[in-house]
């Protein structure tokens, strides 16, 4: 169905006439290239590319659990079927073996592969097109050092290739553009180096930029959120202060989310913990405060639905007396069932337990006027990252299995109305919704 959707799309836009426009742009590089691996490659130059791999995602999107270092990742859903994230090891025949430093290049700036074919987005080229020449041939040179190992990619599950092919020629005439990510006049070097690494190799966009109904971004760069494909996590908008806007925190709590997933001011849940995990957890000192530099002067938006108090009291509202008299609290369902599910943790008054169990009072991902998140990780629970400090983090049980969709409709209207909060209470059905996209 979605793929209908997107065929039809793709036919009303050849019909507008921009099929000119997708006349190819890639494939622009200087002829008689000399390859910079693995013998002219100094060990520094390897050891940025081994950095530029982890913090890119090049390592945890290319490499399968268990399966040898860049031979090839798991399947990503698209639209139009799976693609593979291939092997990117030197082997001649199902690796990047045969490539030279130019076709690296031309895939990572202009999403062709050696053989010209046009690269899916899965692969987030719109942010890799921005790497400076220097961080394309660091990569290529670590990758040049890793065993050679023979691993086929498995063939796509594109169920119309060609039409994939035409549609995708489309798209990219509309909305790719190539090119390095020009410095931007009277921001400062740091600013410029934030921009870089949060714009090009660590790809915030991909998922934190709002996309159209082609999936392109409306604005590439603009981090505004969007709701995730498969329709579950949202990934807010980082413009926002209500959402993920990080403008009023301390450098050091931007460096903390990113580096160990949590800061006193918000932590990472569901992808982006995944993130977190993966890939930002390696960032050195230096890149994550120019990154938080970064973060931090994007423009503010006002909230999206300012939290105002709502014109009838969901009938679950409890008086915020609730918690001096606990009796009261116990004949409200919702408030009844954070007692006896989330109290021992969270705190009588949602008041946490620094550095082990976070505060849920005053905590936006609470409030937040979409409350897609909320949902997803009560349902989901889940594991702060071990750090040096807390090598063993303190986790949440899954709720989803545990309480009705009523249930959890009753006990997060409760906490979004509890402890001073004003956000709008979440129905059954939201719950019975985000519930098939979790399991499916
Ligand atoms: C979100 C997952 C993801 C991340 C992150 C990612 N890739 Fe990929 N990459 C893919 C997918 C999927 C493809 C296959 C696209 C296709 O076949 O149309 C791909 C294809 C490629 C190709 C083309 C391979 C070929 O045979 O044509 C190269 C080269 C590549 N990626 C390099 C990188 C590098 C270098 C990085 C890190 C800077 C990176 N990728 C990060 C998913 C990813
Ligand atoms: C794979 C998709 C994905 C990518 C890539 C991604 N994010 Fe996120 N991000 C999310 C989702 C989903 C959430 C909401 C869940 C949560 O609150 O942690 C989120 C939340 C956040 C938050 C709010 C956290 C809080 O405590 O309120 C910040 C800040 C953020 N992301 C910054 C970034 C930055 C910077 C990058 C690039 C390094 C990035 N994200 C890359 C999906 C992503
Ligand atoms: C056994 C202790 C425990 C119990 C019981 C528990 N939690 Fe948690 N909760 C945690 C921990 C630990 C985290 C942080 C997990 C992480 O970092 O992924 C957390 C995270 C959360 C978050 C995300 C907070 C944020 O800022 O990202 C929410 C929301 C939440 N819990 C709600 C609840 C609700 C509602 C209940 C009761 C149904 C509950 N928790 C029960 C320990 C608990």
């Known amino acids: 169905m979605k793929r209908f959707v997107v065929f039809v799309s793709a036919l009303a836009l ?50 399968q659990a268990g399966q040898p270092l860049m031979s090839g990742g798991v399947g990503i859903t698209t639209p139009y079927g799976v693609v593979w994230p291939g092997n990117l090891t030197p082997d001649a025949t199902t690796g990047l073996g045969a490539w030279s430093l130019a076709d690296f290049r031309r895939a990572l700036r202009h999403g062709q592969s050696r053989d010209g074919r046009l690269l899916s987005p899965a692969f987030p080229y719109a942010a890799t097109t921005l790497l400076p020449d220097a961080d394309v041939q660091a990569l290529w040179a670590w990758l040049g050092t890793l065993p050679a190992t ?90 926002q202060a209500d959402q993920a806007g990080v403008q009023a925190w301390r450098t050091e709590d931007i460096v903390a989310l990113l580096r160990e997933g949590q800061s006193p001011q918000g932590r990472a849940n569901g992808p982006m913990a995944e993130v977190v995990h993966a ?24 909230d999206a639905a300012p939290q105002a108090p709502m014109k009838t009291p969901a009938p679950a509202t409890p008086a915020s007396s609730a918690s001096q008299d606990g009796s009261a609290a ?38 937040m006027s979409r409350h ?8 989901e629970g889940g594991f702060a990252l071990p750090t040096a400090a807390e090598p063993r983090p303190y986790g949440m049980p ?43």
């Open 14 to 63: 050849a019909a507008l006439g921009v099929a000119g426009a997708l006349a190819a742009r890639g494939g622009y590089f200087s002829a008689g290239e000399v390859d910079a691996r693995p013998s002219s490659a100094t060990p520094e130059l390897v050891a940025r590319g081994d950095y530029l791999a982890k913090v890119g995602g090049c390592v945890s999107c290319h490499t």
């Open 330 to 367: 116990i004949a409200v369902p919702g408030a009844r069932l954070y007692a006896r599910h989330c109290a021992e943790c969270h705190g009588d008054q949602g008041q946490g337990v620094p550095g082990v169990y976070p505060p849920l009072a005053g905590n936006r991902l609470v409030t």
């Open 372 to 379: 897609n998140n909320l949902v997803r990780s009560v349902m």
């Open 150 to 239: 023979a691993r086929p990619a498995p063939a796509a599950t594109l169920s119309w290739p060609t039409n994939e092919r035409w549609a995708l020629a489309i798209w990219r005439g509309l909305y790719f553009t190539p090119g390095e990510l020009a410095p931007v006049p009277g921001q400062s070097a740091e600013w410029q180096r934030g921009a870089l690494l949060v714009r090009g190799v660590a790809h915030c966009s991909a998922c934190h930029d709002s996309r159209n109904a082609l999936g392109a971004a409306r604005e590439p760069g603009s981090l505004d959120g969007q709701l995730m494909p498969g329709g579950g996590w949202l990934a807010p908008s980082l413009l």
């Open 279 to 302: 890939n930002t957890r390696h960032l050195t000192l230096a890149d994550a405060q120019a990154m938080a530099t970064y973060l931090r002067a994007l423009p503010v938006q006002p």
């Open 398 to 440: 899954p709720f989803g299995p545990l309480l009705s969709d009523p249930e959890l409709a009753e006990l997060l209207s409760w906490m979004r109305t509890a402890w001073g909060h004003q956000a709008a209470p979440v129905s059954t059905v939201d719950i019975n919704r985000l519930r098939g996209d979790l399991q499916r």
